[in-house]
Nanobody
Framework: QVQLVESGGGLVQPGGSLRLSCAAS????????MAWYRQAPGKQRELVAV???????NYADSVKGRFTISRDNANNTAYMQKNSMKPEDTAVYYC?????????WGQGTRVTVST
């Protein structure tokens, strides 16, 4: 089974940028649909962006034009580039891999947008 490890979180000022990475443990990464979710304090986990195994992409309205999801199947890694960040982007970000009944989560990486 694929295991996921996120990295790249941290503290960033409003208007700044971060890139999150999600490294998968197995080379069958390419057949999974990959997504990023986030959970802000006191709120439910929400979908931020998804990229299918075929490369089709969708974003939450709140991040369209600011965030970019991508994947590198050769290196078993998914990414999310986050630009023009806002305080409301503060959350724990989780990587998710789905294929059929398999639904795998990473441990999360914390992102704080603040002065």
């Amino acid at each position: 089974q694929v295991q996921l490890v996120e990295s790249g979180g941290g503290l960033v000022q409003p208007g700044g940028s971060l890139r999150l990475s999600c490294a998968a443990s197995r080379s069958i990464f390419s057949i999974y649909n990959m997504a990023w979710y986030r959970q802000a304090p006191g709120k439910q986990r929400e979908l931020v962006a998804v990229i299918s195994s075929g490369g089709r992409i969708n974003y939450a309205d709140s991040v369209k034009g600011r965030f970019t999801i991508s994947r590198d199947n050769a290196n078993n890694t998914a990414y999310m580039q986050k630009n023009s960040m806002k305080p409301e982007d503060t959350a724990v970000y989780y990587c998710n891999a789905v294929r059929g009944v398999l639904n795998i989560w990473g441990q999360g990486t914390r992102v704080t947008v603040s002065t």
